[in-house]
């Protein structure tokens, strides 16, 4: 890449992350973005960076260019708060309904680590379950999540497709969650999690593994959860002590 060229790709890249936010923080309401002339303007940027820069947008999925009509807002992304410990369900309330796809639930010898995680005595069995969990009908993630026997099995009558577990475990517990750990790493979605996910193969995930425990401390749901990234965004506020 000749110099002229580097410069305009960062360039382009740097507009681009101006605009990802203003389009995820609801700036363009009406759902067009401004003229590539005003776009020049507003950035100081020539043509040719702002359409490079529409461009990296468009490919993420996250706006469309039509000719004679302009750049539009094509999808929404709806934020996912990592301050507070919620399921899905409370915590996209307010954006839709979410409804769960229960693939498969069942008794399971868990792996070596799922039962040092949740503290499970050797031989003993765990439940496993795994939904599609879509908002107002398109998917949004694939949770695989993990219960010792004596939470995970009364579960099984419960409505695993309406509800969020976190309810659920709560309500059979008579306790409230305490905390979770979490950790978060973007992955690239496997053949199968695209088509279950209507991603395409490869496409960028975000992968959350958490634990989560009752407020005595005890560990009773670990979940891998992959998110899509084009559907979701995580956010937090940190402080500094």
């Not at 995820?24 to 490079?52: I, K, M, W, Y």
């Not at 915590?91 to 995680?117: F, K, M, W, Y």
């Not at 503290?119 to 069995?125: K, M």
């Amino acid at each position: 890449m000749t110099e002229p060229r580097r410069r305009r790709a960062d360039r382009a890249r740097q507009v681009a992350d101006l605009l990802r936010h203003q389009v995820l923080s609801g700036a363009f309401p009406a759902g067009t973005l401004p003229s590539e002339s005003q776009l020049c303007h507003d950035f100081t940027a020539s043509r040719n960076t702002v359409r490079e820069a529409l461009g990296l947008l468009a490919a993420e999925g996250l706006v469309e260019r039509l000719p004679g009509v302009g750049t539009l807002v094509c999808s929404a992304k709806y934020a996912h708060g990592l301050d507070r410990l919620a399921g899905l369900a409370e915590t996209l309330h307010h954006q839709g309904s979410i409804t769960n796809e229960v693939r498969t639930v069942g008794l399971v010898d868990p792996p070596a680590v799922v039962a040092r995680r949740l503290r499970v005595p050797g031989g003993e069995q765990v439940v496993y379950l795994e939904r599609v969990r879509s908002l107002d009908g398109t998917p949004v993630s694939l949770d695989l999540t993990y219960l010792p026997q004596d939470i995970g099995v009364p579960l099984l009558a419960a409505d695993l497709a309406g509800r969020d577990v976190f309810v659920l475990i709560e309500e059979l517990t008579g306790q409230s969650l305490g905390h979770a750990d979490i950790s978060i790493e973007a992955v690239n979605a496997d053949a199968h999690s695209a088509d279950l996910l209507g991603v395409a193969d490869r496409a960028a995930l975000l992968m959350v593994d958490r634990l989560t425990h009752l407020a005595d401390g005890r560990p009773v749901d670990l979940e891998w959860i992959r998110f899509r990234g084009d559907r979701l965004t995580l956010l937090s506020r940190l402080h500094r002590l």
